[in-house]
C-alpha cells in the first residue's frame, strides 16, 4: 500500500500543492514535518518530492526540502498551478460574488483566472477568455456563454495571445475584466512575465467598465516584466492578505 491507515485520501496533485504552500511559508521543510501534516507514508512523500523537483519547483535536501527561486516568464500553467494555490482558491471564492447575471465578463490566462472559472457562476453571464484550460473549465457551466478568443497558442501557458485574440477581444465592452499579474510595482504598475499575454490583458482592460486585479501577496515582492497597466487603472484588488501593509499602501481604498 502506497499510504498508510490514516492517510487523508489527498490526491498527489493536492498533496503536492499542500507541499508547496508549506515550503512558501517556512522556505524549507523536513520529511517528518511532511508526513506528521500529510498523514501519509515517507515514500509518497519521497516520489513527489521528486517530481517536483523534477519540475523546477524545489531542492530536495538530506531529510527535507528547501523552497526553489523561480522565473516565472519559464514556468508553464501546470507549474503556476501548482504554486500558491490554497491563496489563488481562497481569492477565487470572494470574486465569484462580484459576478451577477447577464454581465459581460473578461478573464486572463492566469493560474488564478482558471481556479475562478471552477466556481458555479450565475445564470446568462458572458465570459470571454485566452486561456484555454479556464475556457474548458467554463464550458461546463450550461448556463453561461464562453468565448475563447482567437490566436496562436503559447503552449507554455496554454493561452492564445497575438493580434487575433486582441482583435477579437475588441469586439466586446465587459462588465468586468479580471485580471492578475506575475509583479506589481509601487509607482510603475502592473506587469507579466509575458509580453504578449500582457498585451491581450491590456486589451481587456481597456474595453471594460470595471477593472479588478486578482493577485496572491507574494507578486508584490517580485518586480519586472511587460507592462499591462498603471496602477490608478485598478478599480479594486482581490488578494489574499487584505491586512499587508505594502498592499494597503499601494491600494488604499480598493481591496475588497
Not at 498527489?12 to 511532511?34: F, P, V
Not at 497558442?153 to 475588441?170: D, Y
Amino acid at each position: 500500500m502506497e499510504e498508510n491507515n490514516n492517510q487523508n485520501n489527498l490526491s498527489k496533485i493536492e498533496r503536492q500543492r499542500t507541499i508547496l504552500n508549506l515550503l512558501t511559508d517556512k522556505t524549507s521543510i523536513t520529511l517528518m514535518e511532511i508526513e506528521n501534516y500529510l498523514d501519509c507514508s515517507r515514500i509518497t512523500i519521497q516520489r513527489d518530492l521528486v517530481e517536483l523537483e523534477n519540475k523546477g519547483l524545489l531542492n530536495r535536501v538530506h531529510g527535507g526540502a528547501t523552497l526553489k527561486n523561480f522565473d516565472l516568464a519559464n514556468y508553464g500553467h501546470d507549474k503556476r498551478l501548482l504554486i500558491q494555490s490554497d491563496k489563488k482558491k481562497k481569492i477565487a471564492k470572494k470574486v465569484i460574488s462580484l459576478i451577477k447575471s447577464d454581465m459581460y465578463i473578461f478573464m486572463d490566462a492566469s493560474s488564478t483566472s482558471y481556479f475562478l472559472s471552477e466556481q458555479i457562476f450565475p445564470d446568462n453571464v458572458r465570459v470571454v477568455t485566452s486561456g484555454i484550460d479556464t475556457f474548458l473549465n467554463l464550458q461546463k457551466n450550461k448556463n453561461i456563454q464562453v468565448v475563447l478568443t482567437g490566436g496562436k497558442i503559447n503552449p507554455l501557458n496554454r493561452t492564445l495571445v497575438g493580434p487575433e485574440a486582441i482583435s477579437i477581444i475588441k469586439q466586446f465592452h465587459f462588465n468586468i475584466a479580471f485580471f492578475s499579474a506575475d509583479s506589481i510595482i509601487k509607482n510603475k504598475g502592473v506587469y507579466s512575465s509575458d509580453e504578449e499575454a500582457a498585451a491581450v490583458a491590456s486589451a481587456g482592460i481597456e474595453h471594460s467598465n470595471k477593472r479588478i486585479l486578482l493577485f496572491d501577496s507574494s507578486k508584490v515582492h517580485i518586480h519586472g516584466g511587460a507592462k499591462v497597466c498603471d496602477l490608478d487603472v485598478v478599480d479594486n484588488i482581490v488578494t489574499d492578505d487584505v491586512r499587508n501593509p505594502h498592499i494597503l499602501s499601494l491600494f488604499e481604498g480598493k481591496i475588497l
